[in-house]
């Protein structure tokens, strides 16, 4: 799976991989430009998540009350 992911990545031009010639050899990842500019970009979502996180979970937490989601029925 992460292999899979790391490939992705790659392929799209997102991820530079270096082998180095260690024993056994290593494998080194790295954002290239095209990814550091896509990070920048979602510094901002990122920033807005963390800002609203509380907000996010307060209407998660009212949706769920109000539709009885994680309540425990009683069969009494």
């Not at 530079?16 to 990842?29: A, C, G, H, I």
């Not at 990814?35 to 901002?44: A, H, K, T, W």
Request: charged fraction near 25%; avoid cysteine.
């Amino acid at each position: 799976m992460l292999t899979q992911t790391l490939n992705d990545l790659q392929r799209d031009g997102y991820v530079k991989r270096v082998v180095l010639p260690t024993k056994p050899p290593s494998v080194e990842y790295s954002l290239s430009q095209l990814g550091q500019s896509l990070f920048r970009q979602l510094q901002f979502v990122l920033n807005w998540a963390r800002a609203n996180h509380e907000e996010v979970a307060a209407a998660r937490l009212a949706f769920d009350e109000k539709r009885g989601v994680g309540k425990k029925v009683s069969l009494q």
